[in-house]
């Protein structure tokens, strides 16, 4: 025999990639909701009150999700706290500048508190729901500028830093480009979008979904265009294949994040004159299934390394 | 180097693949049996060579390797053997990506593990270039090579050294152990085995393998990762004893993807706020004014 192969695989499987299909949500349509505040107006309020509602829950999933997989729920106040174990590192706070789980962990727990004042402002617009001081200081932070604005570079951190962790491993395909931090925050921002179709597709505003078509048509192109990128970048180093043509992954990246992810949005939001789909209820089918396609992305990234390892 | 960096020196001449290193490994680290489950459907053991477990896994710190090369008309064989396990990199990937500070450069160099503070993340495994680190599926977080750090506290070497019966395992200061190895590498480039080199320190050794599939390849002392404190002389290729030609640090890729996700996140907001400028563009030309 020859000696075996240099790479383990850190056996991320289900209930990471879902943890992070759910982190991609909530960050994504916090951010897509940041983009309405600043280029919408009135007439997207009635969609915007009720995309307020999506990222928390999603927000509060991904640590279940996270903690699931770890096993034992009090070992994750290691990501943020320093164990009386490590007596080698300073302070009371765990924060490791060269690991981008320690940025994503920190900015998991940061961010959350933005989901929820987004949520319970949402929360009585929409429903009329208040609870006393929360809901007055979530309104009044809700319309503070500086609170937008680091809401917004958080939920982009958040979008960004699960692709730029898989970029800085040493696992085949993950590792091979610099790509998946671009990726990821394309996708994550696509979900956000699909999310905005969905609501403003039930809700049956046709003014704001029209805006919301030419958004997730923008967000697609500029998704295949990373994608390409990276397939492009593969096939130089001759691991395509551990994603295009394996069983474990090619089937579902094919259909799921080509297809229903990036073709769907580009074939029924495109130019006026290409597009299928015009009525503005048809946004919800077109919003789930680029959520499927974003969920397909997730799946078909996660388990190329495995794929990978098993060529 | 750290400075008065303990290591081990991994001499594949010597070793005769009598998996003493393996067994002390197991004994003094007190590691189990692989899964029992596996053990009985015939899955834990590769059983197609000598080398019986495969690779290097969280109850394996220590693996003998049995490189055999058999010519397509078997009329020249040799055997390779080398002791492998943790390199305890001077630049360690795993160490630089542990998001709990549960992976730590001891005093001596060495790369140990505060079991209390692992939280099973795996993110090391995936971060290890050499595939050494791996997560332990009975307890819920990673195990590896700690270069006996127990021993080394008391003034001791390593179990597997120590029980080596060839010295093809050397323990000592990382400085003696590049000494002892860039003399043995000129006793063999002396006695013709040209092939000789250094992985883990380049001590300016160069050769030719002379044997096997890739006779006639010139070959080079490699000093990945900032340098090996646990190194070896190797015969041929790297790729041969399952090492990579070339491993390198996690973090290369950590500031250029972060800037792609910035890159990205500004083109994708640009798009978006130019979808609704372009709607309120088109709506005040619908309305006749200036857009």
Redesign the interface.
């Known amino acids: 025999m020859i000696a075996s192969t240099y790479l383990l695989s850190p056996q991320w499987e289900w209930l990471i990639m879902l943890a992070l299909f759910a982190a991609g949500i909530a960050s994504g349509t916090y951010a897509i909701m940041g983009l309405m505040h600043v280029a919408g107006d009135e007439g997207d309020r009635k969609v915007l009150d009720r995309m307020g509602l999506v990222p928390m829950p999603f927000m509060l999933l991904t640590p279940i999700l996270l903690t699931l997989d770890l096993g034992q729920p009090g070992r994750f106040l290691n990501l943020l706290f320093t164990n009386a174990g490590a007596a080698e590192r300073p302070g009371p706070f765990m924060f490791n500048p060269n690991s981008p789980m320690s940025w994503g962990s920190w900015a998991m727990i940061v961010f959350a508190p933005f989901t929820l004042v987004a949520f319970l402002a949402s929360l009585q617009r929409v429903r009329g729901a208040a609870i006393p001081l929360l809901t007055p200081l979530s309104r009044a932070l809700q319309g503070n500028v500086i609170w937008l604005v680091v809401g917004e570079l958080l939920a982009l951190t958040v979008s960004a830093y699960s692709g730029v962790l898989i970029n800085v491993t040493n696992q085949g395909v993950w590792s091979d480009t610099y790509l998946m931090g671009g990726l990821f925050i394309a996708f994550s921002e696509l979900s956000g979008i699909a999310v905005a179709a969905i609501v403003a597709g039930r809700a049956g505003n046709a003014r704001t979904a029209a805006a919301i078509r030419t958004t997730l048509f923008g967000a697609a192109i500029v998704s295949a265009v990373l994608l390409a990128l990276w397939l492009g970048n593969l096939a130089a180093l001759g691991s395509l294949s551990a994603i295009a043509t394996s069983l474990l992954v090619g089937p579902v990246f094919w259909i799921g994040a080509v297809g229903a992810a990036l073709l769907v949005p580009i074939v029924t939001t495109g130019p006026v004159g290409l597009r299928v789909w015009q009525r503005t209820d048809q946004l919800v089918i077109i919003g789930a299934l680029v959520l499927l396609g974003v969920l397909a992305f997730r799946y078909a990234t996660f388990f190329a390394a495995i794929a990978f390892i098993q060529r | 180097m750290t400075a008065n960096a303990k290591g081990m020196f991994v001499d594949t001449t010597l070793c005769t693949g009598c998996k003493a290193c393996q067994v002390a490994c197991k004994q003094w680290n007190e590691l189990p049996m692989e899964d029992e489950a596996a053990v009985r459907g015939h899955t834990a053991f ?1 059983g ?2 000598y ?1 019986n477990t ?2 290097l896994s969280a109850t394996n710190w220590r693996h003998v ?4 090369q058999i010519n397509a008309d078997r009329s020249d064989a040799r055997w390779l053997m ?1 002791s492998d396990s943790c390199k305890h990199c001077e630049q360690a ?1 795993c160490l ?7 992976l ?2 001891t005093q001596f160099g060495s790369v140990d593990i ?1 079991q ?2 692992c ?5 090391c ?11 332990n599926q009975r307890t ?1 977080r990673v195990n590896k090579c700690i270069l006996c750090q127990d021993r080394l506290e008391a003034g001791e070497g390593t179990a597997c050294a120590k029980a080596c019966p060839t010295a093809s395992l050397t323990f000592g200061k990382v400085d003696d152990l590049t000494a002892i190895a860039s003399a043995r590498v000129k006793e063999l480039h002396a006695q013709g085995k040209t092939d000789a080199y250094v992985y883990g320190w380049d001590l300016g050794n160069t050769g030719v393998i002379t044997q096997g599939p890739n006779k006639g390849t010139a070959v080079k002392d490699l000093e990945p990762v900032g340098g090996l404190n646990v190194f070896y002389l190797l015969l041929d290729k790297p790729e ?5 030609s070339a ?2 640090l ?2 290369r ?2 500031v ?6 910035l ?3 500004a ?3 640009v ?10 563009v088109a709506e005040t030309t619908a309305a006749g004014g200036a857009p």
């Open positions: 590769i197609n060579s080398d495969g690779h390797k049995f490189i055999e080398m990937g630089e990506v542990c998001p709990t500070g549960a730590y450069r505060h209390d503070v939280i099973g993340c795996r993110y495994v995936g971060a290890c270039p050499f595939g050494v680190i791996d997560f819920g041969v004893y399952g090492l990579p491993p390198q996690p973090q890729n950590f250029p993807s972060a800037g792609v996700a890159i990205s996140a083109v994708l907001g798009t978006g706020l130019a979808a609704f400028r372009r709607r309120r």
